[in-house]
């Protein structure tokens, strides 16, 4: 059914459909609308057998999804930005535990990870997420952007209870809390075995890169739609120049690629969906025959670059290829198609450095590095870091 929603509602409704058992929430902006609404349901009873519980933290809200994965309850969570931090301790034991709570949260912690491009795709994805879970039983994050997509209102395909059953069984799992065979949960892991639990947890992603593109074509037949999987391309068939990114900034680079295009330019795009695990050999196959790689990425790992670029240089390292870096968007702002324009072309021409910040205010910049050089806590920004982040559109260092 299609709706013209609010994105963090269309997900809302996606997540009813599952029929969760367990959702703990406490609240904070972008993702708070996400579990109003589910609240809302329950307390009308259009979401039926399901316990909604409030919570005094984040960190609460992801312990109590914990104790109700082990119990047999389908669970769910959502959280953002510093409430994320907060809930980082008990993030790292659900995923150690290996339950499948399907949550949005952060890089490396050993839960799956996938990004949603659309409003559509974040409902289809936590549709999947369920299953991927609890087929691994392992946490799964289904990740979108805060307010560039939760609250923007546009039109997403609703799915009927009926297929949603259909695709997804009734929650089975393979571990289960009993009074009578008591074991013990969540106790700490000494240097003894420590090493072994990562190796398992490692085996289960690797299993993770066949399984999700399974459930991807499952999905796909009966709700009529591709939506997830590893990664997508988009006019690449010749392209010679490669833009790889995940999340909602790919809408705005598939519109200057399609402006590209028609001015004869040879470039397409890779769509990243799946981050974690990272899909190395289906990314580089996305890459064969690309003559340049343009990473554009909204993570920075401070001293040392681009977090997405690093996976990116792995996978093309066999075909010759070393993806060009840019930051783009830190923080929420925008990134637009001038932009993205200025940063293609300076890829056409050979002029783009290997790690740009783009929209970088070097006139603030600068300002700051002379405070500081005059108080003496520090010397000039290097040279080359200075001719990497910021051109103009012939190239030239401002």
């Not at 993030?91 to 949005?104: E, K, Q, T």
């Not at 289960?176 to 008591?182: Q, S």
């Not at 792995?314 to 070393?322: F, I, Q, Y």
Request: hydrophobic share 45%; net charge negative; charged share 25%.
């Amino acid at each position: 059914m299609l709706k013209q929603i609010e994105g963090s509602q269309g997900v809302a409704q996606a997540v009813a459909l599952c029929r969760p058992e367990v959702i703990s929430a406490y609240p904070i902006s972008p993702q708070t609308h996400i579990v109003e609404a589910l609240g809302t349901m329950c307390r009308k009873g259009t979401l039926k057998n399901c316990e909604y519980m409030n919570v005094e933290s984040e960190f609460a809200a992801m312990s109590s999804v914990i104790g109700a994965s082990v119990a047999g309850a389908r669970t769910y969570t959502a959280t953002a930005s510093q409430g994320l931090l907060y809930m980082v301790e008990a993030v790292y034991n659900a995923s150690g535990l290996g339950l499948p709570i399907d949550s949005m949260s952060q890089r490396d912690s050993g839960w799956l990870q996938i990004f949603a491009e659309t409003n559509q795709e974040a409902a289809d994805m936590h549709i999947q997420a369920f299953r991927i879970a609890e087929e691994l039983s392992l946490p799964v994050m289904v990740c979108m952007d805060g307010f560039i997509l939760t609250h923007a209102v546009e039109r997403i395909d609703v799915p009927t209870q009926e297929q949603v059953d259909a695709f997804l069984p009734p929650y089975d799992p393979r571990q289960v809390l009993d009074p009578n065979d008591p074991v013990s949960i969540g106790a700490m892991v000494g240097p003894e075995a420590f090493t072994e639990v990562r190796y398992l947890a490692h085996l289960k992603h690797l299993q993770a890169l066949e399984l999700i593109p399974r459930v991807c074509g499952e999905f796909e037949k009966i709700f009529g739609r591709s939506s997830g999987g590893l990664v997508s391309l988009y006019r690449c068939e010749d392209a010679e120049i490669r833009v790889v990114a995940m999340g909602s900034c790919l809408g705005t680079i598939k519109d200057v690629v399609d402006e590209m295009r028609e001015a004869g330019v040879k470039i397409g795009v890779v769509c990243l969906k799946c981050f974690r695990p990272f899909p190395v050999d289906a990314m580089r196959e996305a890459l064969r025959g690309a003559r340049q790689v343009v990473v554009v990425e909204r993570t920075l790992a401070v001293g040392s670059g681009g977090v997405l670029n690093r996976d990116v240089m792995v996978a093309s390292r066999e075909l010759g290829l070393r993806p060009k870096c840019v930051i783009a968007g830190l923080g929420g702002r925008a990134i637009t198609k001038a932009s993205l324009q200025r940063i293609f072309e300076q890829a056409v021409s050979g002029t783009l450095g290997s790690l740009t910040f783009m929209d970088l205010d070097m006139e603030l910049v600068e300002r700051q590095l002379a405070r500081e050089k005059s108080a003496r806590r520090t010397g000039p920004l290097p040279e080359a870091m200075m001719r990497d982040a910021h051109r103009d559109d012939a190239g030239e260092i401002l």
